[in-house]
T-cell receptor
């Protein structure tokens, strides 16, 4: 069975602080994809990033960075110099690499950036 | 390119009424997914289609829910009869089998059953 755990239900920080959102996953598959999605107050889910299980290289995109560690089954997301516009619910998700494209989502972390 | 289109954006209905939610996937995408989001249960996959064929409907709550995909550009999710516990945001998403698995979501339909 596949499972994604986002232990942080809510995080609140002051603007310009760095913040890390944790994601821990469980799967019996040897190959898989990991995703992060953002759900701003407007409600739509926005795709942020996909990593495959055989590529543990960390990725940086502007103020966003992702740390994938297979040894600890974690795929953490860091926002550097947070901004009010980063306020949203962030979801981590997992899917098999092959075959069915079912996404298993974590419960989400509500991030609030205060001015 | 247009994203996933859902209609209506908001639906308020009374218990016992039939509700039909509609979705137009991104052109060229051959997977279509229906999700339900509630505070209690988070994001749940209800059903998904590949090339218009339902592949897995194990997430459909009960027989009151049904989904169809008559062609590559249209899908419906129907609830008949609706109940207050069906109140949720329903998302449609699509993806390409030749892609790398990321799904693109529509804006959602907020359903309220009174």
């Amino acid at each position: 069975a596949q499972k994604v755990t986002q232990a942080q239900t809510e995080i609140s920080v002051v603007e310009k602080e760095d913040v890390t959102l944790d994601c821990v996953y469980e799967t019996r598959d040897t190959t898989y994809y990991l995703f992060w999605y953002k759900q701003p107050p407007s409600g739509e889910l926005v795709f942020l990033i996909r990593r495959n299980s055989f590529d543990e290289q960390n990725e940086i995109s502007g103020r966003y960075s992702w740390n994938f560690q297979k040894s600890t089954s974690s795929f953490n997301f860091t926002i550097t110099a947070s901004q009010v516009v980063d306020s949203a619910v962030y979801f981590c998700a997992l899917s098999p690499l092959q075959g069915a494209q079912k996404l298993v989502f974590g419960q989400g972390t509500r991030l609030t950036i205060n001015p | 390119d247009a994203g996933v289109i859902q209609s209506p954006r908001h639906e308020v209905t009374e218990m016992g009424q039939e509700v039909t939610l509609r979705c137009k996937p991104i052109s060229g995408h051959d997977y279509l997914f229906w999700y339900r989001q509630t505070m209690m249960r988070g994001l749940e996959l209800l059903i998904y289609f590949n090339n218009n064929v339902p592949i897995d409907d194990s997430g459909m709550p009960e027989d009151r829910f049904s989904a169809k995909m008559p062609n590559a550009s249209f899908s419906t999710l129907k609830i008949q009869p609706s109940e207050p516990r069906d109140s949720a945001v329903y998302f449609c998403a699509s993806s390409r089998s030749t892609g790398t698995g990321e799904q693109y979501f529509g804006p959602g339909t907020r359903l309220t059953v009174l």
